[in-house]
């Protein structure tokens, strides 16, 4: 058995915590569950930090449940959210949750033959069979108005200015939740419900259910909610959220995230994001302050979390493609698919000229001004070639020089340059 509370710690994973949790899980093994909302069909890096949470519980020599939320995804959690979200129906809970066990797979074990092996519960499976008067009758009068009003989950919903109230479904949902706990105290021996720091009030409802229903001890944890140093909110991007699904962000996108935090953020998200020890992480940290222009942590960290989501095969296409913009040869370019090429270069203007235009063979003044308006006119292409400042897929190039379809990239591309910075992609049709 591991200290998994001292491991969390020094991790920076620990928010609250309720009195005597420490002992109890120093115990014996003790089953602990995570619930996750379905409502995609991919885990985002928002889910990171309970799935981390589970594993080291795991790690630790305890027993992790990973609880999709199939009848509270119904409902809409009020935590966090200024309005009541859209709700699913039953078929497309099931397909996302299929989906997210699969990634879950990747970082808990299902299968192990071990007495701590994870397992997957849906809450839906339990409470489709309940009747609104059964719960009322059995659940609800264990739990009074005041309590629930008490949260500060409810208080700020009712309270905010832009709030339009909270309806009576959303009202419910920490008694739905609360009473996972409490199926889950009873058919799992679950003792522990961990979340992030907004979840503790429905935590709490959970605890007092077991207690008040059982006359049992359970536990309640929580973990900080992830922030970056510059103030923008954590696990987003330009295009939204960074998902764990190669379709919706790929292995590249997902790879230069990482790559791109902040050495505070860094220094935080190695010990959050990683199973790395901490002589490991502190030899990194030591290794970074003294050259922080090496990015010495950024690239252990996006290498080390790209692998645990998606494979070494795409870490290695992810470093590639990196080095391929700043490369001064094609030959790694011309190695990558039109996906992850048009992502290496998004934000680089770029205009379309048809195949024929190339097939007949296209001269550098019409590729660099007229087709093109990479530059403003004919006479400043002149200029620039005449001055050698123009590349045409990482070759300096005369103004006599025809394209012809041998210089496509992926028989599709074009990349020009004009001196170190300025890139310009060509897409042929």
């Not at 519960?121 to 008067?133: A, G, H, I, P, Q």
């Not at 959970?206 to 309640?220: D, F, H, P, Q, S």
Request: hydrophobic content about 40%.
């Amino acid at each position: 058995m591991k200290n998994f509370i001292e491991e969390v710690t020094w991790r920076g994973m620990l928010h609250d915590v309720m009195p005597g949790t420490e002992e109890h899980l120093m115990e014996q093994m003790r089953v602990a569950y995570v619930g996750i909302d379905p409502t995609a069909d991919s885990l985002h890096i928002g889910h990171l930090v309970g799935v981390m949470m589970l594993k080291h519980f795991q790690l630790s020599g305890h027993k992790p449940l990973a609880l999709v939320g199939g009848a509270t995804g119904m409902i809409g959690d009020p935590s966090g959210k200024s309005s009541e979200r859209n709700l699913l129906d039953e078929t497309s809970l099931r397909h996302n949750q299929e989906a997210i066990k699969g990634q879950l797979a990747r970082f808990l074990d299902f299968t192990s033959n071990e007495s701590n092996a994870a397992e997957l519960v849906n809450n839906y499976d339990w409470m489709k069979e309940f009747s609104f008067l059964d719960f009322i009758r059995d659940v609800g009068k264990h739990i009074t108005v005041n309590y629930m009003m008490a949260k500060d989950s409810v208080k700020k919903r009712l309270t905010g200015e832009t709030s339009e109230g909270m309806s009576f479904t959303e009202f419910t949902y920490q008694l739905v939740q609360g009473f996972d706990f409490l199926h889950l105290y009873r058919a799992k021996q679950c003792t522990l419900q961990m979340g992030g720091s907004d979840q503790w009030g429905n935590i709490t409802t959970g605890t007092e259910l077991v207690r008040r229903m059982e006359g049992g001890k359970a536990y309640a944890l929580t973990c900080p909610l992830i922030t970056k140093a510059d103030g923008t909110k954590f696990g987003k991007s330009e295009g939204g959220n960074i998902w764990l699904d190669a379709d919706r962000t790929s292995p590249y996108k997902f790879y230069q995230y990482w790559l791109n935090t902040s050495d505070v953020d860094a220094e935080k998200y190695i010990k959050i994001f990683t199973f790395l020890d901490k002589e490991t992480i502190e030899k990194l940290i030591a290794e970074h302050n003294e050259a922080p222009h090496l990015r010495v942590l950024q690239k252990r960290l996006a290498e080390e979390i790209t692998v645990m989501v998606h494979s070494k095969e795409d870490l290695d296409n992810a470093i590639a493609a990196s080095n391929a913009f700043f490369s001064p040869s094609m030959d790694d370019l011309k190695k990558l698919d039109e996906k992850t090429f048009l992502e290496v270069f998004e934000g680089v203007p770029h205009a379309e000229v048809a195949m024929a235009d190339v097939e007949s063979g296209l001269d550098m003044i019409a590729a660099l001004a007229a087709k093109t308006n990479f530059l403003a006119s004919n006479s400043d292409a002149r200029r620039e070639l005449k001055q050698n400042a123009v590349s045409l897929n990482k070759e300096k190039v005369a103004e006599s020089y025809m394209i012809s379809p041998k210089d496509l990239i992926n028989n599709k591309f074009l990349l020009l340059q004009k001196g170190k910075k300025n890139y310009y992609v060509i897409k042929v049709k």
